[in-house]
């Protein structure tokens, strides 16, 4: 079963809006790993944030972790239509296995 | 940066036929690969782990004998799905494990249909 569950399951915006993705999961993790997967396509990793740290940022975008919640979401500031795909939270643990969440399909609307 | 490269991207095979599948890391060394299969909206499952010069671990419910893997080589690991069914119809992606924090380099998929 999926370690990770996302919401919103699709998210339709506008550009220029915020977008925020939100991931919960289960068990004690090494670190989470946001990608994004455009139609069709491979994922590719936008950001890592280990279990001992509580927000990153890169670019556009801010992720956050609350390990007492076991919970993170991932910012998109300034949305493009650009950023239209899916987004998927990941946690690693031991073994370096990586478990996805069930993905939130973000729409950017021009 | 770390690629991984897939091959081939789409496929189409009869029923009963094998459709092998490549992921091959293109300037780094993979002894680890990992191969997942996604259906339509759905999200990534993981099938097994590939290990070089080892044989494959595979999750709970996965077929060893229906989903070959091989990881001959560090940088070469191939996925063969064996007297494929329409129910095998899906998207298969491999990845390999980046270093600090770099995430996971993934292949950019294939789409297998068996007709």
């Known amino acids: 079963s999926q370690q990770g569950e996302e919401d919103p399951q699709a998210l339709s915006i506008q550009e220029g809006e915020n977008a925020t993705m939100n991931c919960s999961y289960k068990t004690s993790i090494n670190n989470l790993q946001w990608y994004r997967q455009n139609s069709g396509r491979g994922l590719v990793h936008l950001i890592l944030?280990?279990?001992?740290?509580r927000e990153k940022h890169s670019g556009r975008l801010r992720v956050t972790l609350d390990t007492s919640k076991k919970s993170s979401s991932l910012l998109i500031t300034a949305s493009r239509a650009a950023d239209t795909a899916s987004y998927f939270c990941a946690t690693e643990t031991s073994g370096s296995r990586l478990t996805f969440g069930e993905g939130t399909q973000l729409t950017v609307n021009p | 940066g770390a690629v991984v490269s897939q091959h081939p991207s789409r496929v189409i095979c009869k029923s009963g036929t094998s459709v092998k599948i490549e992921c091959r890391s293109l300037?780094?060394?993979?002894?680890?690969m990992f191969w997942y299969r996604q259906f339509p909206k759905q999200s990534l499952m993981l099938m097994a782990t590939s290990n070089e010069g080892s044989k494959a671990t595979y999750e709970q419910g996965v077929e060893k004998d229906k989903f070959l893997i091989n990881h001959a080589s560090l940088t070469l690991s191939t996925l063969t799905v064996t007297s494929a069914h329409p129910e095998d119809s899906s998207f298969y992606i491999c990845s390999a494990p980046g270093r600090d924090s770099r995430g996971y380099t993934f292949g950019s998929g294939t789409r297998l249909t068996v007709v």
């Open positions: 944030i280990r279990s001992n740290e």
């Open positions: 300037d780094f060394q993979a002894t680890t």
